[in-house]
Nanobody
Framework: QLQLVESGGGLVQPGGSLRLSCAAS????????IGWFRQAPGKEREGVSC????????SYADSVKGRFTISRDNAKNSVYLQMSSLKPEDTAIYYC??????????????????WGQGTQVTVSS
């Protein structure tokens, strides 16, 4: 059973912070590039941030640059998304996804091999 599990979501006020975690079970993330995606009600799933298998390269959507930080700890088989200065428009279900043997930092949604179930982030006063 190969699985990715997101955690750390919740309700926060605008300007607040959350750290999302993505943990793998049944396989190791060492050779996988990871992407974070989000989907707000009535909208398409969109890419948020990506990180290479080694953690040397990262990428961010323009909407979150300067506010979100992606990182990984391969020893813990986990990837993180630190979210700061949160805005109501960040409200969405956040998903992590993994793709094996990639020479790119980010891939399109359809190209990822494994997906988590998602964790809800709600930013509201």
């Amino acid at each position: 059973q190969l699985q990715l599990v997101e955690s750390g979501g919740g309700l926060v006020q605008p300007g607040g912070s959350l750290r999302l975690s993505c943990a793998a079970s049944g396989f190791t993330l060492d050779y996988y590039a990871i992407g974070w995606f989000r989907q707000a009600p009535g909208k398409e799933r969109e890419g948020v941030s990506c990180i290479s298998s080694s953690g040397d390269s990262t990428s961010y959507a323009d909407s979150v640059k300067g506010r979100f930080t992606i990182s990984r700890d391969n020893a813990k088989n986990s990837v993180y998304l630190q979210m700061s200065s949160l805005k109501p428009e960040d409200t969405a279900i956040y998903y992590c996804a993994a793709v094996l043997g990639s020479h790119y930092v980010c891939h399109e949604l359809r190209e990822y091999d494994y997906w988590g179930q998602g964790t809800q982030v709600t930013v509201s006063s």
